[in-house]
């Protein structure tokens, strides 16, 4: 006789996503990213176009097909990313997940932990955000949580902070 089906079903656990959002001034600071780096390409192509002589006419075709993949960009990657970004401080442990095309979720022990940094660029700044980066005994490299409100970040930081100089071991 089988004894398949007879035993308790065991269910794989399922990794819920982060809890928190990133701030909704993310969606600005990410659009004004985007169209300075974006602008900059194409008015580059634009003047490589009209520089060249004797530029054959598709290659106005490939700037304009640029200037519309950049508008999308600037349009579209803000608020996916949005949607996609969360992350998540508890007791054991830091998560994230990430994207706005590929998604990237990361969890890393809070006994790994050996750096927590943050940051704030003067574009970030001008949108009240800061970013943290939570270094890790990991060859995966750091995890970072891009766009938090200023004061959330620097709150996350002396949890951390307060978290990792509680937990016993190494980060190693």
């Known amino acids: 006789m089988s004894d398949v089906g007879a035993g308790p079903i065991v269910r ?6 982060p809890a928190n ?3 909704p001034q993310a969606i600005g600071f990410w659009t004004v990213s985007a169209l300075i780096g974006d602008v900059v390409l194409v ?3 634009l003047v ?3 520089v060249i002589p004797g530029a054959p006419g598709w290659v106005g075709l490939l700037v304009l097909l640029l200037a519309v993949a950049a508008v999308a960009h600037v349009v579209l990657m803000p608020r996916i990313r949005y949607r996609v ?3 998540e401080v508890t007791d054991t442990a830091v998560h994230t997940r990430e994207g706005w095309i590929g998604r990237e979720t990361r969890i890393a022990p809070i006994s790994r932990v050996q750096t927590v940094d943050s940051r704030q660029g003067a574009l970030m700044r001008l949108f009240g955000l800061a970013s943290i980066t939570v270094t890790t005994a990991s ?3 750091p995890i970072t949580v891009d766009c938090l409100d200023a004061d959330t970040a620097a709150h996350v930081v002396a949890r951390l902070t307060a978290i990792t100089a509680a937990t016993e071991g190494d980060a190693t």
């Open 48 to 50: 490589a176009w009209l």
């Open 21 to 23: 959002r990133v701030s």
């Open 85 to 87: 970004h969360r992350w």
């Open 43 to 45: 008015i580059g192509a």
């Open 139 to 141: 060859a995966a490299g």
């Open 12 to 17: 794989e656990p399922v990794l819920r996503a």
